[in-house]
């Protein structure tokens, strides 16, 4: 039974996850059993519509090293917009309607190329919009070891791995197709991971399709396949902030979560998978992120355990300025809420916002951090034969 204020995209998106969670995996399932429900035929979700406009394509300079990058921009009938730069897969701006009818952009970025890649935004490292692979989120010391041989990665975050390295998925230029489907506007990004990349086993061939829906939904379909095999766990790094304001601490959010991974002083998980009840953590019903932040050390940055439970979103936020929405939903087992602990004042975004302390908040959607280390967490290791895929949605709405 679907919630009666469910929007019809987050309807339409839970249906097609609660079949996938039937034919799979669920959470009473063994880690062997979840992750099953991972990997499955590879869907064509580009196909065309010969009657549908295609998405906008401009200039948006070039990287360092002289490659000119473009960006791309969906938009759908509401005025809801989202642009797409093939550097990184990132999402730069996108522009949704309070409950006024007023539009405005909901996350944070740069007006040009040249953002991403200051001095300054390499040394803070806070990988705005980007998607983020091989491994989002930690490997601990960099290591893992896969049938019998260790792998050794990049140690770019005091001494383990992040996001994929030195050089991940957001600092690589994507092949582009702007298309057109049945329910909206898509962009088709693709990349060859080679063998060997920052470390990882396998030739690792990749796609991810942003879809905006005609119901102001942003859709994300990820998908890949290996020759050889190797961890993988991808995502999206966008920033949200539903107001614009200085900071997220007044927006209410809910997480379908009871459980949430305990990490040490390097943010890698000890294994021990905690109840929420009776903590700053438990957001099964609607808090502020500023209630009990001041409670947790350094902020929110941990990766919750969705239950999955059958009608609801893995997670809602309410910003009550505006009114404006989002809710989330998603086939992967966990969510990384993570509160902008690290921007401290030294970027200036689009229209020379400075993004301070709290600035935006992440629900990256994923499996679980430090896995290939972790024999009790659901595999991430993709095969030979296998292809991994994976959806997640945010829908935008008002509540005035």
Not at 119 to 147: E, W
Not at 197 to 217: F, I, R, W
Request: net charge neutral; aromatic share 8%.
């Amino acid at each position: 039974m679907l919630p009666p204020n469910c929007s019809a995209q987050l309807c339409r998106t839970l249906l097609v996850l609660t079949g996938l969670f039937a034919i799979g995996s669920c959470n009473h399932s063994t880690p062997a059993q979840q992750q099953a429900g991972t990997f499955s035929p590879m869907t064509d979700s580009t196909q065309t519509s010969t009657t549908a406009t295609l998405p906008t394509i401009t200039a948006f300079g070039k990287t360092t090293d002289g490659a000119a990058v473009q960006i791309y921009t969906l938009t759908n009938a509401h005025g809801m917009k989202v642009s797409i730069t093939n550097y990184g897969g990132i999402i730069t701006s996108l522009v949704v309607p309070d409950k006024d009818g007023k539009l405005g952009d909901v996350v944070l970025g740069f007006d040009e190329i040249s953002g991403y890649q200051s001095p300054a935004y390499r040394k803070a490292g806070p990988y705005f919009g980007a998607l983020i692979g091989r491994y989002a989120n930690r490997i601990a010391q960099g290591k893992f070891t896969l049938d019998g041989r260790e792998y050794t990665l990049a140690q770019n975050n005091d001494g383990n791995t992040l996001h994929g390295g030195n050089k991940g998925f957001d600092k690589v230029i994507w092949q582009a197709v702007p298309g057109a489907s049945a329910v909206g506007q898509t962009l088709t990004l693709t990349y060859l991971s080679k063998d060997g990349e920052e470390g990882y086993p396998g030739n690792l061939t990749v796609k991810v399709v942003y879809t905006l829906t005609v119901d102001n939904a942003l859709q994300i379909d990820y998908s890949a396949s290996t020759d050889k095999a190797t961890p993988v766990n991808l995502t999206n790094h966008t920033y949200f902030n539903l107001n614009a304001g200085p900071d997220v601490l007044a927006h209410e959010i809910t997480i379908d979560a009871d459980r949430y991974n305990v990490v040490d002083a390097g943010m890698i998980p000890t294994g021990e998978l905690r109840p929420v009840k009776g903590t700053p953590f438990d957001f099964t019903a609607p808090h502020t992120i500023g209630e009990r932040i001041g409670q947790v050390p350094n902020g929110y940055d941990h990766n919750w355990l969705l239950r999955k439970s059958i009608g609801q979103p893995a997670a809602t936020v309410y910003e009550p300025t505006t009114g404006r929405t989002m809710q989330v939903a998603t086939t992967e087992p966990g969510v990384q809420f993570y509160t902008g602990n690290f921007l401290d004042g030294t970027l200036r975004g689009k229209n020379g916002q400075v993004y301070g302390k709290h600035a935006g908040f992440c629900l990256e959607t994923q499996h679980f951090p430090d896995s290939p280390n972790q024999p009790n967490f659901p595999t991430t290791i993709l095969k030979p034969g296998q292809t991994l895929h994976s959806t997640t949605t945010y829908t935008f709405g008002v509540r005035k």
